[in-house]
């Protein structure tokens, strides 16, 4: 491994802090992430300095003051933010999210201790190497994630811990250790204090990790705010089409397409509702007439719960409403397709069909090849600029006026125009789209 080598902008602070008679170390994430062998991206400073001794300090700099209530202040080095905080211990967390009170210490230890894991609880300091006092590095060898101390104080301390155990169980490929896991389980219902915009914060970079067993050993949990959910578990689909439960279809097709937020969104949440349309024909094969519009409900009430972005709810909520619309690889209806839905929305369509597929029994995955073919060709359509909106078409409103039509009637007539050019009819020219209505008498 190569030697942990701090950026100028956080190496000036520690050393300033140092120059003055403070011990100061990166600690947490950035040690977390060079042990991994990945690049830190921010960067924490924890030290002996009070806060008002930080300021001092870091005078002729710009500081904010984020929560120096908590020991805590932002020094701008370089143009880059770094938090630093002086070494604290933690009151009672009344409200399960900050602690009461803090108080103030000289040692690097109490304050490492009232961290969450231990992979989070490693400082540095290029004088002194990184401080582990509680096996952090050696449970990232073991790819193991652990509570300090007792995981249900960790948990009742701030409950939004609960999903950063799931987080970087995702994002890291770590287990979560055996006793920890057992007080996330316990302990989820504290995610009902959680701000529904910090949990959509985790549960976003949970599902963009790789997060299949995530979501199928911690199904309660995501319960919690998405209870919905639970009914999936087990679900059987009665149908030869599904060789999963509905909850298992659901995490296939979420790691079956890219971690991209709106689709691993969208997949999550394209099946939600199958349990509540569920009907049993007479010949015992299963049926879920009407659960994409069902789901579609769910998604909208929860990406509201959640506080989610209207540009994020708004795709998602219609690449759920339309994942089960069947795409066939036909010029005409593909330039149809483009124009109802939009060029993005389309190939966003077709991933979510694929990823959806995946999911199936793999003797029913045939559409596959059908889908990928139909991506080709609107890339085709799109790259020859072939007509397939109102916008490509050859003649406008004002054209149409021309002939005499008004009001409703002038939509009705563009229309008529884009369906003759999409479907090869008519050459997209002025004076063929015009011929074809002085033809038919103009008004």
């Known amino acids: 491994m190569s030697e942990f080598v701090l950026p100028d902008s956080v190496s000036v602070i520690i050393d300033r802090l140092n120059e003055h008679g403070y011990e100061a170390y990166a600690v947490g ?6 042990l991994l062998g990945i690049e ?6 924890t030290t002996s300095a009070r806060p008002e001794e930080i300021l001092s300090v870091f005078d002729g700099m710009r500081v904010i003051e984020t929560g120096i209530k908590y020991g805590t202040v932002t020094v701008i080095s370089d143009g880059m933010p770094v938090e630093v905080t002086t070494y604290r211990v933690d009151g009672d967390y009344s409200d399960n999210r900050r602690p009461d009170s803090v108080c103030f210490t000289t040692k690097l230890a ?12 490693m400082a540095y300091n290029p004088r002194t190497g990184i401080v582990d006092i509680f096996g952090g590095h050696d449970d990232l060898r073991r790819g193991v994630l652990r509570a300090i101390g007792d995981p249900d104080e960790r948990f009742n301390e701030d409950g939004l811990r609960i999903l950063r155990a799931l987080r970087f169980a995702s994002c890291y490929g770590l287990k979560i250790e055996e006793k920890t896991a057992l007080s996330v389980h316990r302990n989820r219902r504290l995610l009902g204090n959680i701000a529904g915009e910090r949990i959509a914060a985790e549960l976003n970079r949970i599902i963009c990790g790789d997060c299949g067993d995530v979501l199928r050993e911690y199904c309660d949990v995501i319960a919690v705010f998405l209870p919905e959910i639970m009914a999936c578990k087990g679900f059987e689909q009665h149908t030869k089409y599904h060789n999963r439960d509905v909850l298992e279809h659901i ?9 991209e937020l709106h689709l691993r969104l969208t997949m999550l949440l394209h099946d939600i509702g199958k349990p509540l349309y569920f009907t049993m024909g007479e010949d015992g094969i299963g049926h879920f ?5 069902g789901s579609k409900v769910i998604a909208q009430d929860f990406l509201h719960r959640l506080k989610y972005s209207n540009v994020i709810s708004e795709k998602v909520v219609q690449l759920v409403m339309t994942h089960d619309v069947f795409i066939e690889n036909r010029e005409n209806l593909i330039k149809r397709y483009l124009n109802r839905y939009g060029r993005d929305m389309f190939f966003d369509m077709i991933k979510v ?8 029994a793999p003797e029913f995955g045939g559409r596959i ?4 073919a139909a991506a080709e060709t609107a890339k085709q359509i799109i790259a020859r600029n072939d007509c397939f909106s109102l916008k490509q078409l050859a003649v406008n409103g004002n054209d149409i006026k021309s002939l005499g039509y008004k009001g409703a009637e002038i939509g009705e007539k563009l229309s008529f125009l884009l369906e003759l050019v999409t479907d090869n009819k008519c050459e997209n020219s002025k004076e063929a789209l015009l011929g074809v209505l002085e033809e038919q008498g103009g008004k």
Not at 29 to 34: D, E, K, L
Not at 110 to 118: I, V
Not at 289 to 293: F, I, L, M, P, S
Not at 353 to 360: E, L, P, R, S
């Open 251 to 259: 995490i296939t097709t979420v790691t079956a397409i890219e971690p």
């Open 353 to 360: 069909h694929i990823a959806d597929d995946k999911g199936k």
């Open 289 to 293: 007439k009407g659960h994409a519009e």
């Open 29 to 34: 994430g950035c040690v977390r992430n060079y």
């Open 40 to 45: 830190p991206k921010d960067y924490d400073v």
């Open 369 to 372: 090849k059908t889908y990928e």
């Open 110 to 121: 109490e304050d490492l201790r009232r961290r969450d894991f231990t992979v989070n609880a």
